[in-house]
């Protein structure tokens, strides 16, 4: 289930939030890179190439993404040995991609949705995340999200702003 938690204005970057929500990221819990299915983004692919890795070293191109009938991208491929993402390190627990990984691996638990000049911010309340409502966690305020997610929020500003 999605839970609404917070709303960005994109052109004064006001925030309205649900005070009673808190988060923290569990340092080398990785239960998301086992749990979920990430789509990949063209400029998700481009990125990692980058590094040095060839796209069907990462690519699932048996994993589609829709939203309706729109073709959203493949899906990052999971080993076979323990279903984990091939770029979490098995020891570790950590991503060995962390500052080029996917969209979709930074925003998560949190789903961004552009509605007009306002962008909410659902959370994803999957059982197996223990950062959600973290005894430790933080709320999601204007500078929690301008610290985590300000590269993210600054393109939609200027895709809507122009």
Same mark, same amino acid.
Not at 16 to 30: A, L, R, Y
Not at 135 to 145: N, R, S, V
């Given at each position: 289930? *999605?839970?609404?938690?917070? $709303?960005?204005?994109?052109? $004064?970057?006001? &925030?309205?939030?649900?005070?009673?929500?808190?988060?923290?990221? &569990? @340092? *080398?819990?990785?239960?998301?890179? @086992? @749990?979920?299915?990430?789509?990949?983004?063209d400029e998700?692919?481009?990125k990692?190439?980058?590094?040095?890795?060839n796209?069907?070293?990462? &690519?699932?191109?048996?994993?589609?993404?829709?939203?309706?009938?729109?073709?959203?991208?493949?899906?990052?491929?999971?080993?076979?040995?323990?279903?984990?993402? &091939?770029?979490?390190?098995?020891? $570790?627990?950590? /991503?060995?991609?962390? *500052?080029?990984?996917?969209?979709?691996?930074?925003?998560?638990?949190?789903?961004?949705?552009?509605?007009?000049?306002?962008?909410?911010?659902?959370?994803?309340?999957?059982?197996? /995340?223990?950062?959600? *409502?973290h005894?430790?966690?933080?709320?999601? $305020?204007?500078?929690?999200?301008l610290?985590?997610?300000?590269?993210?929020?600054? @393109?939609?500003?200027?895709?809507?702003?122009?």
């Open positions: 289930m *999605n839970r609404w938690v917070a $709303t960005i204005d994109l052109e $004064t970057l006001e &925030v309205e939030s649900d005070p009673s929500f808190k988060f923290k990221c &569990v @340092e *080398n819990c990785g239960k998301c890179c @086992e @749990e979920l299915e990430i789509p990949l983004r998700d692919i481009a990692i190439e980058e590094l040095g890795y796209a069907w070293e990462f &690519v699932d191109y048996e994993k589609l993404f829709y939203r309706g009938d729109k073709f959203l991208g493949y899906a990052l491929k999971k080993r076979p040995f323990d279903g984990a993402c &091939v770029f979490l390190d098995p020891e $570790t627990k950590r /991503c060995r991609i962390y *500052n080029h990984r996917p969209l979709a691996c930074r925003l998560y638990p949190f789903i961004f949705v552009k509605h007009g000049k306002k962008m909410e911010i659902y959370v994803k309340e999957d059982s197996f /995340c223990p950062g959600i *409502n005894p430790e966690g933080e709320p999601i $305020t204007k500078e929690f999200l610290r985590e997610y300000g590269d993210v929020i600054e @393109e939609y500003r200027r895709k809507v702003l122009g």
